[in-house]
Nanobody, 119 residues
């Protein structure tokens, strides 16, 4: 079992920055693909950024060049550095962990942290 706890959300002005942090329990954090998803009111949850156990990253087109995902396996932590924030980045951001087990995956979600971009 993996528990994910997000922190770092809040209110920020357009053009500002925030760093989200996700702390994970468990001793095998390093083998999980980690990701950040977000869900705005009335919209579907969408992938923001992901990082594999080997450090390969993937970003949604809407955040490329503005957001950076990173992981620290020694601290069981994944970060999302968000720069040049826009009002459309407003959403609840969720931390996600996944690993392959046989032919299926084992997935875990955090509880979410609110990010509001507004002047």
């Amino acid at each position: 079992q993996v528990q994910l706890v997000e922190s770092g959300g809040g209110l920020v002005q357009p053009g500002g920055s925030l760093t989200l942090s996700c702390a994970s329990s468990g001793s095998i954090f390093r083998i999980y693909t980690m990701a950040w998803y977000r869900q705005a009111p009335g919209k579907r949850r969408e992938l923001v950024a992901a990082i594999t156990s080997g450090g390969i990253t993937n970003y949604a087109d809407s955040v490329k060049g503005r957001f950076t995902i990173s992981r620290d396996n020694a601290k069981n932590t994944v970060l999302l550095q968000m720069n040049s924030l826009k009002p459309e980045d407003t959403a609840v951001y969720f931390c996600f962990a996944s690993r392959t087990v046989g032919v299926s995956t084992l997935d875990f979600w955090g509880q979410g942290t609110q990010v509001t971009v507004s002047s």
